[in-house]
């Protein structure tokens, strides 16, 4: 069996958004690096980060209720609201870099303006919210948000939300006309188009199936062509580990000590897509309502347009559910083949600790289409099934670990940059908030992972991100300036004509 071996600077596993987040970076900042991607499906952007496996917002915590907690004085605390709202400005403006330098083209093949909703019912969550955006508008990053309890205004905002509805609730809502609607299924197809222009090499059907680190420090991956079935041996100075649920078992595989103790927990996601173009036409906004009790964050109802293949949609979800994948092309043992002696203890904690979750998610992948239905009609009050298909869109593989706070076993809803203490490897665990903050994480794996080059490219780093290393909430000035500069250069603040 023959064997083919290279020598490269960097090696990116797995073709999503944040290997194109990372690898673009690291050719702005030097394009001499040389960078290999391997990739084992057929294309770019196949699993979570592709346009109908994730819900496409551009998460800045505009309409996010669980960003936004209640204290036990009743104040609202919206710290890690700022702190997402900050990540996603990162974003921006990087995707307007892009765009002004030409890697990107048309800002609509990938980002559409769209007001973003908070929608709630009842008085004890109509003062939550009112009492959320005050607290939240007072801030600049949160500067324009409206809130309304009043039917009329709603039946502006959202027509067909408020259509047959009984108004003996109260209800309000809140709505930021800034809010966005991602494709980054499509953007991440044209950043690994341009990588590709940028001598990238880039290899489908090439599954990373083990690698270790050699007596050099450097890393030796071992890759199975999936057309010859031949085992393939590449080496690099620094691998990044970006296969979203398939990078615990790398991680593991790597045997860094900073992998131990940590274990996955993957969460489907399922979406109700609307087939009937008049319904369609009638809604323009996301729109994300209050999360039931027992369910996890990720699993908030949402009734979203989305701007996918050059047609407005409509999508409700995500209803959770549970399979043992940890990609929505990966096996039914993914979950049993993570657990090893280290992670043993923190998995058992972890499943003791969320018997309840558990049950929820398999109660709610049980859900007939009309149950599922009825949840829509709580946002469509005369919802039709007939008008609804149901699709299955991405895994998310939320991280286990053992934490101060939590204790053993601890079930996190966020992203986690996991890094070896020389810099020489990092993977990506979790998804949230996801593909939104790919440039703030991919960023955060550059300070991690080439502290000496830093200094040299901190001048790059600022022409790209104009914020870069100060926080916009301190900075009303430069707020103005870098959200004048994306909405104009992503074409964000144009009326836009809406198709269908
Ligand atoms: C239901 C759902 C809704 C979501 N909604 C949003 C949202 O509204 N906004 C948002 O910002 N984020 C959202 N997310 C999260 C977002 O989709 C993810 O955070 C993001 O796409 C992760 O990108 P990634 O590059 O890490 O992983 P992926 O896009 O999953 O890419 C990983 C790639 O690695 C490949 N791979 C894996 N293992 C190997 C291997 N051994 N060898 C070679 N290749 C390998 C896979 O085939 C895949 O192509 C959502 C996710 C889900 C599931």
């Not at 020489?424 to 794996?445: C, D, F, K, N, R």
Request: aromatic residues 8%; proline residues 5%; neutral net charge.
């Amino acid at each position: 069996m023959s064997r083919q071996e290279t020598k490269t600077d960097v090696i990116l596993i797995g073709a999503g958004i944040m290997s194109a987040t990372l690898g673009m970076l690291l050719k702005e900042l030097d394009p001499n690096l040389q960078i290999t991607v391997f990739e084992k499906l057929a294309s770019a952007g196949e699993e979570s980060s592709n346009e109908w496996n994730n819900a496409g917002t551009g998460h800045a915590a505009l309409c996010e209720l669980n960003y936004t907690v209640e204290k036990p004085d009743g104040s609202v605390d919206i710290k890690k609201a700022l702190e997402i709202n900050e990540q996603f400005q990162v974003s921006l403006q990087f995707w307007s870099y892009l765009v002004n330098n030409q890697v990107l083209h048309n800002p609509e093949d990938f980002i559409m303006p769209l007001p973003h909703m908070s929608l709630v019912l009842g008085e004890k969550n109509v003062d939550f919210l009112q009492k959320r955006f005050e607290a939240m508008v007072r801030n600049p990053l949160f500067e324009g948000m409206e809130f309304s309890k009043d039917p009329e205004k709603l039946k502006e905002w959202i027509p067909l939300i408020m259509q047959n509805r009984d108004y003996k609730a109260p209800i309000a809502a809140t709505k930021m006309d800034s809010g966005t609607d991602v494709n980054f299924g499509a953007l991440t197809r044209l950043l690994f188009a341009n990588l590709a222009k940028k001598d990238v090499g880039i290899h489908y059907k090439h599954s990373v199936n083990d690698l270790k680190r050699t007596a050099d420090g450097h890393w030796e991956v071992k890759v199975q062509n999936l057309d010859s079935g031949i085992t393939e041996t590449h080496s690099a100075k620094f691998v990044f580990v970006g296969g979203g649920g398939g990078s615990l078992h790398l991680l593991q595989k790597s045997g860094i000590p900073e992998g131990k103790h940590m274990g996955g927990f993957p969460v489907s996601g399922i979406f109700l897509v609307c087939k009937n173009p008049d319904i369609v036409a009638k809604h323009h906004a996301k729109v994300y309502g209050k999360a039931k009790v027992g369910a996890p964050p990720m699993s908030v109802p949402h009734l979203d347009t989305r701007f996918i293949d050059n047609k407005k949609s409509l999508l409700f979800g995500p209803f959770a559910g549970f399979s043992p994948k940890f990609l929505k092309t990966g096996s039914m043992f993914d979950l049993i083949s993570s657990v090893k002696p280290d992670n043993l203890f923190t998995m058992l904690a972890a499943g003791a600790k969320n018997m309840s979750l558990t049950s929820y998610l398999i109660q709610q992948l049980m859900l007939s289409k009309e149950k599922r239905i009825e949840e829509l009609r709580e946002f469509i009050p005369n919802a039709k099934a007939d008008d609804w298909d149901l699709i299955v869109a991405g895994q998310r593989v939320q991280v286990i670990k053992d934490t101060e706070a939590g204790g053993k076993g601890t079930l996190q809803f966020g992203t986690e940059v996991v890094t070896a203490a020389d810099g020489s490897i990092a993977a990506l665990l979790g998804a949230s908030p996801g593909a939104s903050t790919a440039v703030h994480v991919m960023l955060e794996v550059i300070r991690k992972c080439f502290p000496e080059q830093i200094p040299e490219w901190e001048s790059k780093l600022k022409e790209m991100i104009p914020s870069y290393g100060i926080p916009l909430k301190e900075n009303p000035k430069l707020l103005h300036e870098v959200h004048t500069l994306t909405a104009q250069t992503l074409r964000l603040s144009e009326k836009k004509p809406i198709y269908n």
